[in-house]
T-cell receptor, first 112, second 110 residues
Framework: EAQVTQNPRYLITVTGKKLTVTCSQNMNHEYMSWYRQDPGLGLRQIYYSMNVEVTDKGDVPEGYKVSRKEKRNFPLILESPSPNQTSLYFCASSSTGAPVLHFGNGTRLTVT | QKEVEQNSGPLSVPEGAIASLNCTYS??????FFWYRQYSGKSPELIMSIYSNGDKEDGRFTAQLNKASQYVSLLIRDSQPSDSATYLC??????????FGTGTSLTVIP
């Protein structure tokens, strides 16, 4: 089954404790992206990647890191999480030939 | 100026009525346009994509695009309670740059 898989689905952590949210897709998509979704603000792009070893900042990259060492994986790293990073996070992917985004199931992160 | 603007609603319609959702965008270079449906706490799922001016129909859903007016709409005919969700309008610029509106909350009243 073609899908984008995010883990974990729920995560509660404390300020400053490094964490990684994983994202993997099995559709051989070139493009992958991370979004956060907050009430009243919609989906905002954090980082995106056009292909392996190519990443770029989105609209809200502060406090986040990403890497794209393999085509299928695009982890989101929070080196020192803060409470303002409490949000619902989505990973998405698409093919450059057909720009339709496929979303993962989301990760609800709470930072206390 | 936001790239994509939507009325946040909430929009309420009775069951069986037509729900009309609207979206405007600012970048005339926008090439592709999408409507996603999102249930609370779930991921967005694609309902419609439209690439050229005019109407595109898929079952109870019709997307309408007017590039001159920079306007995209979604009509849902014979609305059902299961259509109650937030509807996200999205545009695609060159490459894979996507921009989303903040969404319109729709409630279909039985």
């Amino acid at each position: 089954e073609a899908q984008v898989t995010q883990n974990p689905r729920y995560l509660i952590t404390v300020t400053g404790k490094k964490l990684t949210v994983t994202c993997s897709q099995n559709m051989n998509h070139e493009y992958m992206s991370w979004y956060r979704q907050d009430p009243g603000l919609g989906l905002r792009q954090i980082y995106y990647s056009m292909n392996v070893e190519v990443t770029d900042k989105g609209d809200v990259p502060e406090g986040y890191k990403v890497s794209r060492k393999e085509k299928r994986n695009f982890p989101l790293i929070l080196e020192s999480p803060s409470p303002n990073q409490t949000s619902l996070y989505f990973c998405a992917s698409s093919s450059t030939g057909a720009p339709v985004l496929h979303f993962g199931n989301g990760t609800r992160l709470t930072v206390t | 100026q936001k790239e994509v603007e939507q009325n946040s609603g909430p929009l309420s319609v009775p069951e069986g009525a037509i729900a009309s959702l609207n979206c405007t965008y600012s970048d005339r270079g926008s090439q592709s346009f999408f409507w996603y449906r999102q249930y609370s706490g779930k991921s967005p799922e694609l309902i419609m994509s439209i690439y050229s001016n005019g109407d595109k129909e898929d079952g109870r859903f019709t997307a309408q695009l007017n590039k001159a007016s920079q306007y995209v709409s979604l009509l849902i005919r014979d609305s059902q309670p299961s259509d109650s969700a937030t509807y996200l309008c999205a545009i695609n610029l060159t490459g894979n740059q996507f921009y989303f509106g903040t969404g319109t909350s729709l409630t279909v009243i039985p």
